[in-house]
């Protein structure tokens, strides 16, 4: 079986309670469009629990590259950029950044190594079924409306789809990084279904939201139990 979920946001409890529903299983596979980390303090955990589990792929969000921003792991650890890193922790990163302080150097290496190493998309199909799987966009669509943004790269994990936007394309979108209460006010945490387009993010990065999960063989849709309680 084929899952989808996004916007961990340090909540361990909430992908716990999805990963019981969902029983993953060896020859399932899992994927993370990002944002594992930040807003509430166990990201980093999560993060290096995720490395190691080898039927899970993962994306790069928003607030990986905030992390690699600030963290600048190609120099030395202890070569941070201010700037960076008040845009980082402007955005919850202050609780992922205490943690990789009491790791080993190897260790934080390691898990930054893993970090600079996410893609941007993947695509999968699912009987018969075409997806492209983005964090915040697919990548191909800078040239036509990223002009706002520096590089590929910063559009693909920051860009918000609007309800209106028109996919062209033959796959559906699926993507995380903008809530879904955005989108549909009758039922905020809940997936939203567009036209070829699927949000997924449940606001998993909020204390009144909860962590969504969907699994492509039949769309059904799991949810973390715990609403409002992180």
């Known amino acids: 079986m084929t899952y989808v979920l996004s ?7 909430r992908f716990q309670s999805i990963l ?3 029983d993953l299983q060896p020859e399932d596979t899992l994927y993370i469009l990002g944002d ?27 607030h990986e590259l905030m992390m690699l921003d600030a963290l600048r792991p190609e120099k030395p650890a202890e070569m941070l950029s201010t700037r960076n890193l008040w845009l ?9 950044h205490r943690y990789l302080k009491h790791l080993r150097k190897t260790d934080r290496a390691s898990l930054l190594e893993y ?29 036509e409306y990223g002009v706002r943004y520096r590089s590929e790269k910063e559009f693909a994990v920051w860009m918000r789809l609007n309800s209106t936007f028109y996919n062209r394309n033959d796959y559906t979108i699926v993507f995380g990084h903008t809530p879904t209460k955005f989108y549909q006010d009758d039922e905020p945490l809940k997936i ?5 387009l699927l949000g997924i993010d449940c606001g998993s990065g909020y204390v009144d939201g909860r962590l969504a999960c969907i699994r492509l063989e039949d769309e059904k ?4 139990e715990e609403v409002g309680n992180p």
Do not use: C
């Open 221 to 224: 849709e799991f949810y973390s």
């Open 20 to 22: 019981s529903q969902i």
């Open 88 to 96: 980082w922790y402007d955005n919850g990163g202050e609780v992922t």
């Open 192 to 196: 939203w279904r567009g036209k070829r």
């Open 36 to 62: 594992i980390i930040d807003r509430f303090p166990d990201g980093g955990r999560l993060l290096r629990q995720i490395m190691k589990m080898s039927n899970v792929k993962v994306l790069l969000g928003n």
């Open 115 to 143: 970090v600079a190493s996410l893609p941007l998309f993947f695509d999968v199909e699912v009987n018969g079924r075409k997806y492209k799987l983005v964090h915040a966009a697919p990548s191909e669509l800078f040239r």
């Open 7 to 13: 916007d961990i946001h340090g909540n361990s409890r």
